[in-house]
């Protein structure tokens, strides 16, 4: 069975510091990550994906996420972390065994001080 | 047009009553989704329709009630929903419900309440 965890519940960060949001995945075959963020009473935005190629994904807001095969993770960063970045991130997976299905990690309260 | 949009945006509902969700898309998704999500938790996938017949009910009680009229309409119709029920519920779309490499667009939400 496939499954995400993201070992942090809440991650707090100084503003113009990077930032690191950390995900492990488990699947049988070949993964498909994603990341998303949700603001607060807002539903998910997409963020960036991992489907293959190069380890070093770029997305939206000026994040970027490191696929580790060895490690089996798929951490989130972003170089200068911006107070504007407080919200909640999730890290999903998909497979193609239950293509319809996506399977989110538990999520992570990421906490920018100005 | 990459938006999904969901009314209404709050909703307080009795026991008693009969209510209904609305999610609407235009981006030509193949496939759209509804979850329920409780306060600090990951999404829960309630239904999925796949070119507009319903491929999954994660095994939700028959008082939700999912229609998809066409390819661009997605309803959740509510009756005798419970206090337990009060959550926010999240309209989805993605390309293709066969291809995994594609990502999903989220709604923002009806904020539910039950009374």
């Known amino acids: 069975a496939q499954s995400v965890a993201q070992p942090e519940d809440q991650v707090n960060v100084a503003e113009g510091n990077p930032l690191t949001v950390k995900c492990t995945y488990s699947?049988?075959?070949?993964?498909?990550l994603f990341w998303y963020v949700q603001y607060p009473n807002r539903g998910l935005q997409f963020l960036l994906k991992?489907?293959?190629?190069?380890?070093l994904v770029k997305g939206s807001y000026g994040f970027e996420a490191e696929f580790n095969k060895s490690q089996t993770s798929f951490h989130l960063k972003k170089p200068s972390a911006l107070v504007s970045d407080s919200a909640l991130y999730f890290c999903?997976?998909?497979?193609?065994?239950?293509?319809?299905?996506?399977?989110f990690g538990s999520g992570t309260r990421l906490s920018i001080r100005p | 047009d990459t938006e999904v949009t969901q009314t209404p945006k709050h909703l307080v509902m009795g026991m008693t009553n009969k209510k209904s969700l609305k999610c609407e898309q235009h981006?030509?998704?193949?496939?759209m989704y509804w979850y329920k999500q409780k306060a600090k938790k990951p999404p829960e996938l309630m239904f999925v329709?796949?070119?507009?017949?319903?491929?999954i009910n994660e095994s939700v009680p028959s008082r939700f009630s999912p229609e998809c009229p066409n390819s661009s309409l997605l309803n959740l119709h509510l009756h005798a929903l419970q206090p337990e029920d009060s959550a926010l519920y999240l309209c989805?779309?993605?390309?293709?419900?066969?291809?995994?490499?594609?990502?999903?667009?989220f709604g923002p939400g009806t904020r539910l309440t039950v009374t």
């Open positions: 999903a997976v998909r497979q193609y065994s239950s293509a319809s299905k996506i399977i």
């Open positions: 699947v049988s075959g070949n993964p498909y």
């Open positions: 329709y796949s070119y507009e017949k319903l491929s």
């Open positions: 981006m030509g998704h193949r496939a």
């Open positions: 991992y489907i293959t190629g190069d380890n």
């Open positions: 989805a779309s993605s390309q293709d419900p066969d291809r995994v490499m594609y990502e999903q667009y």
